[in-house]
């Protein structure tokens, strides 16, 4: 591999230190346009055939082709650009810095790490002179923490275009994901009977029935889920994350709604999902009465199940294998990820990336290491693939 120490850290840093947040998670929040005319400018300066697409002003995809000598399919490698939010450490998180083989700072493996890579990848494949029969399109999407708007335009526009895709997340090279979980957003809203705090034969109490529901879904998840993981994609997720009712402390409350996230696996619906919780309303119904509630779903993903992707793990793991030394496993993910989109598109995906840790908190960190060795790995499965023969002399 030719990709430098060196040269890694620089296209990592100049990444990190342009804040790409995005405004769907914190209201304000930079967006990914600065990263976005960095990362074409970079690209540009290798040749290939570079563009921006507008999602939300001032919000686009970065498209580069490199086109091949002869024709072919379209390799895509795709990455995220946008980051969450760094609160927790402000006066860090912008300012990367080198410990040992690992850079800290915000985004560096979720996912500038990926993009990194895929960058380094093209780079390489340029200077190697390598003769292509076919197209490798690098497509840095926004919104990936967000709502995945960014991924949503780029199927929309252009899966037509592209026959294989390699979609760069973490966890390490060491590892090939070849599906992973769904999840959905959901509300549960309990209604009560607003009354007087000294009226009680007039009020609902709407807290008092949300616990009641709380408790049930708390016993599913360690009765069902927790000791039922899934063989590849382990244990599906399920936790609450937010919580609001109430008016003051003089009043029953007349509405309570719970935020959760909660996962679904290959062959599951988030409408099985939506079952069990109505199941347990049924419950709680018996026992109190006056029970009243609702299931509102703010957001469904289905899991990413990596159909018609044999090729591209078999050219992945024998990538990883002569460069790491070691074939990585193919296994599954207890996390959702753009991947999903673009199989649902027709494409045949897999989900790769470096390693890193700390996700979403503070002193995010990316292996300097794994970022050179994914990169090599790209180039050599691009070539597997895509590679032109070499003719014969006559």
């Not at 509405?255 to 679904?264: D, F, K, N, Q």
């Amino acid at each position: 591999m030719t990709v430098s120490r060196d040269e890694a850290i620089e296209l990592l840093d100049a990444m990190c230190r342009i804040d790409s947040v995005t405004p769907w998670l914190i209201p304000g929040g930079a967006g990914e346009g600065e990263v976005a005319r960095y990362m074409r400018d970079w690209l540009a300066d290798l040749g290939l055939e570079v563009t921006l697409e507008d999602v939300e002003p001032g919000r686009p995809n970065v498209l580069a082709w490199l086109r091949g000598s002869k024709a072919g399919p379209t390799l895509c490698l795709t990455a995220h650009s946008d980051t969450v939010g760094y609160a927790g450490w402000p006066d860090r998180a912008l300012n990367p810095v080198i410990e040992g083989d690992r850079m800290i700072g915000l985004g560096v493996a979720d996912d500038k790490g990926g993009c990194a890579a895929a960058m380094l990848a093209a780079r390489e494949l340029v200077r190697s002179g390598e003769q292509l029969a076919g197209n490798v399109l690098v497509a840095l999407a926004i919104d990936e923490e967000g709502v995945s708007i960014g991924m949503e335009h780029l199927v929309a526009n252009h899966a037509d275009e592209i026959d294989l895709a390699i979609n760069l997340e973490p966890d390490g090279s060491h590892t090939i994901f070849g599906e992973h979980q769904g999840f959905g957003w959901i509300d549960i809203v309990v209604r009560g009977v607003p009354a007087h705090g000294s009226a009680p034969d007039k009020g609902v109490d709407a807290i008092v029935h949300m616990a009641e529901v709380i408790t049930r879904l708390h016993r599913l998840d360690e009765t069902t889920w927790k000791p039922n993981p899934d063989p590849k994609n382990g244990r599906t997720v399920f936790h609450t994350g937010t919580i609001h009712g109430g008016t003051d402390y003089a009043t029953y409350p007349n509405e309570v709604v719970l935020g959760i996230e909660i996962g679904t696996q290959p062959g599951e619906r988030l409408t099985d999902r939506v079952a069990e919780i109505e199941a347990i309303f049924d419950e709680v119904k018996k026992a109190e009465p006056s029970f009243d509630g609702e299931v509102r779903v703010r957001l469904d993903r289905d899991p990413f199940t990596g159909e018609g992707n044999e090729a591209l793990l078999t050219a992945l793991g024998d990538a990883t294998e002569a460069v790491n030394g070691v074939r990585s496993p193919v296994t599954g993910l207890n996390a959702w990820t753009d991947a999903a989109l673009m199989q649902e598109a027709g494409i045949p995906t897999v989900l790769f990336g470096p390693e890193g840790g700390n996700y979403h908190a503070a002193d995010e960190w990316v292996s300097i290491p794994d970022v050179i060795a994914t990169a090599e790995i790209l180039r050599q499965t691009v070539v597997a693939l895509l590679g032109a023969p070499v003719a014969s002399a006559q």
